[in-house]
C-alpha cells in the first residue's frame, strides 16, 4: 500500500538554527499539506499545496517559515530561525486532486528546539 | 466560522463498545472523516462518510451522520487495547479541500 514518505522522524535542534523537513507524498496526489500538531490538540494547516503551487499559506509564519514544491512531487518545509514555541509534530499528507478532501498522512516529524 | 467539538476523554471496559461524538457546525460539509492517532505516530484514516449518507458499517467500526443536528459518532465494537488512541473527527470544506479538525478525543481501555 502506498504511503506518504517523510524525514526524519524526529529531530532536536537549539533555537536560531535552520531546520529542514522533507515528504513525499503517495504518487500521482496532486495536492499536499504540511500540517503543525502542538501535543494535545488537532493539526493546524500551515501550507497547501496544488501540483508546485500554494493554494493557501495564510496560516504560514512566513518570516521564519518556507515551504516549497518546485517540481510539483515531494515538498520541503524549512524554519529559519527556530523559536523554542516550533517544538511540535509536522505532519505532512497529500490527497488527489479529483478527490483532495481525502488526506492520508505521512508518520511526521517530532521537532524539539533546546 | 467553522468549528469541531469532540469531548477530551472517552474510557470504556475493554469488551464493551466505544462511541466517540463529534459536532460539526458547516451544513455544506460533503464528507466528514475519523482519524485515528497512536503516540507518537501520524494519522491513520478509520472511515468517513459522504454528506447524504446516514450510516456507515465497515468491520468494527460504525459512523452514525445526523445531518439535522449536524453529529457525527464513531461506534467501535468490542473495543480491544489496541484501541487506545486518540480520534480525531474533521469536516471538509467544499471550497477549498481543507479539513476542519476536532481537537481529538483520547480512549482510554481499562481491563
Known amino acids: 500500500e502506498a504511503e506518504v514518505a517523510q524525514s526524519p522522524r524526529y529531530k532536536i535542534t537549539e533555537k536560531s538554527q535552520a531546520v529542514a523537513f522533507w515528504c513525499d507524498p503517495i504518487s500521482g496526489h496532486a495536492t499536499l499539506y504540511w500540517y503543525r500538531q502542538i501535543l494535545g490538540q488537532g493539526p493546524e494547516l500551515l501550507v497547501q499545496f496544488q501540483d508546485e503551487s500554494v493554494v493557501d499559506d495564510s496560516q504560514l509564519p512566513k518570516d521564519r517559515f518556507s515551504a516549497e514544491r518546485l517540481k510539483g512531487v515531494d515538498s520541503t518545509l524549512k524554519i529559519q530561525p527556530a523559536e523554542l514555541g516550533d517544538s511540535a509534530m509536522y505532519l505532512c499528507a497529500s490527497s488527489w486532486a479529483g478527490r483532495a478532501d481525502t488526506q492520508y498522512f505521512g508518520p511526521g516529524t517530532r521537532l524539539t528546539v533546546l | 466560522g467553522e468549528d469541531v467539538e469532540q469531548s477530551l476523554f472517552l474510557s470504556v471496559r475493554e469488551g464493551d463498545s466505544s462511541v466517540i461524538n463529534c459536532t460539526y457546525t458547516d451544513s455544506s460539509s460533503t464528507y466528514l472523516y475519523w482519524y485515528k492517532q497512536e503516540p507518537g505516530a501520524g494519522l491513520q484514516l478509520l472511515t468517513y462518510i459522504f454528506s447524504n449518507m446516514d450510516m456507515k458499517q465497515d468491520q468494527r467500526l460504525t459512523v452514525l451522520l445526523n445531518k439535522k443536528d449536524k453529529h457525527l459518532s464513531l461506534r467501535i465494537a468490542d473495543t480491544q487495547t489496541g484501541d487506545s488512541a486518540i480520534y480525531f473527527c474533521?469536516?471538509?470544506?467544499?471550497?477549498?479541500?481543507?479539513?476542519?479538525w476536532g481537537a481529538g478525543t483520547k480512549l482510554i481501555i481499562k481491563p
Open positions: 474533521a469536516e471538509s470544506i467544499e471550497s477549498n479541500y481543507q479539513l476542519i
